[in-house]
């Protein structure tokens, strides 16, 4: 273990200009640096526009860059889910920016180890289609279309394969998975029906969360990975619960306010951002 107080302040240096860039200043401190919601990362990688069974939401947008072992296990899952149930498409969302920070619609999604991933969709027949965007399912699975008379379908075949996936995968441990109550009744009751494992029913329960303080999450999934032991050590932190089936973590560093915010490097915390006006859909959220 080691302790870092105020290195910065110490020194009387100012971090002006050093966007996501710890290093300098605490050089131990690499990888997924500081929470979720006030930290930044290094040694970032970038999710491919596509692949297998995937496709990004945004084709041009920067902030795809996550830590190495969520973007690998987005890739391969997504890959798994079509092998398993062709015909489908992960459409992907933001991750973070390739050095972390704050960026445009979210709080959190600073440190790479947060990622929005729509909704699988279905026309109202069940015929598989790529994620019309950030609609809005109503409690019935169905969701309108903007801008149209259209309805898509939650596609929960789909859906609680990729839930499953993602709990049982080697490389990542699921911390949150954002999502509104109904949306999780559904998945909870099509895992039921088929017989899932009850300790996986169990921590899929534990980890789905409507969360309190921000969006619903009817229009999205938002995945926030655990920082593993390795991470641990090199300043990752915080973010949620670490839940008790995930590998036990070391001691990290000791961060002290004043470093965590020049790791942010810019403001600290902030509300969440509300929804955009006008019936618009929303951008992400969390
Ligand atoms: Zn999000």
Redesign the pocket.
């Known amino acids: 273990m080691f302790k870092i107080i105020g290195i910065s302040a110490a020194l009387g240096l100012t971090c002006a200009g050093c966007f996501g860039a710890p290093t300098p200043l605490a050089p131990g401190l690499t990888g997924s640096v500081g929470m979720p919601n006030s930290g930044s990362q290094t040694d970032s990688v970038e999710l491919p526009v596509r692949g297998l069974g995937f496709a990004r939401y945004r084709p041009l947008g920067r902030n795809h860059w996550g830590r190495p072992r969520l973007v690998s296990a987005l890739t391969r899952i997504a890959a798994e889910v079509e092998n398993e149930l062709p015909g489908g498409v992960l459409v992907i ?2 991750l973070a920016a390739q050095r972390g920070g704050k960026i445009p619609g ?1 709080a ?2 600073r440190t790479g180890r ?3 991933l729509l909704f699988y969709a279905l026309t109202p027949g069940g015929a598989p289609i790529a994620s019309p965007g950030f609609v809005r399912y109503e409690p019935d699975g169905l969701a309108i279309v903007q801008g149209s008379d259209d309805y898509v379908r939650l596609d929960l075949a789909r859906e609680w394969l990729l839930v499953k996936k993602l709990l049982n995968d080697r490389d990542i441990g699921v911390q949150f998975l ?1 999502i509104s109550r109904p949306l999780e009744a559904l998945l909870m009751d099509y895992a039921r029906a088929r017989g899932e494992p009850l300790e996986l029913q169990y921590r899929a329960q534990t980890v789905m969360l409507q969360p309190g303080d921000s969006l619903p999450h009817d229009d ?1 999934l ?1 995945l926030r990975i655990a920082c593993s032991p390795d991470e641990t050590q090199a300043g990752c932190s915080g973010g949620g619960p670490y839940w008790q089936w995930l590998p036990p973590l070391p001691q990290g560093p000791e961060l002290d306010q004043a470093l965590l915010q020049e790791i942010a490097a810019d403001e600290p915390l902030e509300p969440l951002e509300t929804p955009l006006a006008s019936g618009k859909a929303n951008d ?3």
Request: proline content about 0%.
């Open positions: 969302g933001d979210h959190s999604h947060d990622v929005d954002f999205h938002h992400g959220g969390v």
